[in-house]
């Protein structure tokens, strides 16, 4: 869709009911332009009427909100890598999106390699990106498989480019000892690991080694290491195995004071994780509950953890470009917003492509790099994967705060780039969840603080 049949469209449209389950708000959108407002659910015709004042506030606005949603699918330019500095892992998760034989048997970047690579992001990023301020530095995020399998390299690049990068480790948490901690601590390298059970023979149900020796302590050991600094956070993947457990794994970050966390849906692109895919409507019960019981928690006590994948479902509702994960929108942010470079030098619109060779934009140090990666057809079926344009996305309403994710997964689970992703009742509901909790005024207590700070607010009425 173009800016001009977007301002037509939201101009012509009607504002849509939904029925977000709260006792006394309706929520009604217009989802050409992820518009929203809160309204008695007993008086809903009454406050959409033509020449009502909600109906003539958003008729004004309406081309201010298609224009900045349109800039937001469509105007980005990249601002973060995705490194991928080995294909190696000393784990052997039952839901991995990379295939089995790299995570055993891949190759690792040498260090040189990563350095001139590095250099050539450096490169890249100065030309789209303002020069200045420490927040506008790109971020580049080391990721799986196991990037401290490869610590000498990763360090040294670290090392070399910590003034140019805002650096990131996504790690397992089991190779984080004393030495790794102190470098990474000391360069203010935000720290992310992975735990999927409050007990041990939960996590070990879809991760461990591949001789399927038990993690579970060695993460709780780096959880400990970690206490007190700003940067970190744990993910847990929820699965068959680990769901009825939500509200557990809920007590046990904020018991070792995570300050965030990401309670994820699994990602089904390859056939592993579709054997242990919960259902929508049991992963929505356990979310919400686990959900609830942070929300107690910080009631109790003064401290927040955040849940940092349900609150840029938040940030999405109540201020769309403020959002600080990319894939709950379409066209997601792969290929977009960030990129990701495979061990081999290749560029691939995100991690979650690397096990899937169609995907593969060409080689970071052949000539082009990243430009000619970002107009590849490997990257274009990414980018252009639109939810107005295919069904039943392109009738719902909460389309833009969901973005019927993962582009992936939905090619290799549902057959093609104009398929739903794994979990879409899921998504359904979660939105349903976050407008109850506006609805109550709560929903500042589920992120970040200052979360608000330099936005602008666009629309409101009393």
Known sequence: MTVAELDRAAAAGPLLPVDIGHEAYAAVTDPNTAFWALVDKTRIAESTAAGSPLAESFREKADSFARELHALRFALTPSGVYLNPTERCNLNCTYCYLPGQQRSEGQHMSESKLIESLGKLREYFRSVMPEGRQERKPR???????????KRAVFAAIEEFGNDFAFGVQTNGTLLDDEAVDFLTSRNVSIGLSLDGPVAGITD????????????????TAMDKLKGYGSWSVITTCTTENLPYLTQMVELFHAHEVPTCMLNTLRCTLPGARTVKPADGDMAQAFFAALDRSHELYKQTGRKLLVANFANILLAILAPTARRLMCDISPCGGGRAFFALAADGSLYPCSEFIGLPRFNGGNLLDAGGVETALKSDAFRIVTARNVDQFAPCNDCTIRHFCGSPCPAEAHEMNGGMDKIGAFCE?????VNYALRLIADGKANDYLWDGWDEGTDTTFLMQ
């Open 426 to 430: 899921f998504y359904k509901e979660q």
């Open 140 to 150: 580049a995020i080391f990721h799986g498989a196991e990037p401290l399998m490869n």
């Open 205 to 220: 149900a879809t991760r461990r080694t591949w001789g399927g020796k038990s993690v579970h302590d060695k993460v709780l």
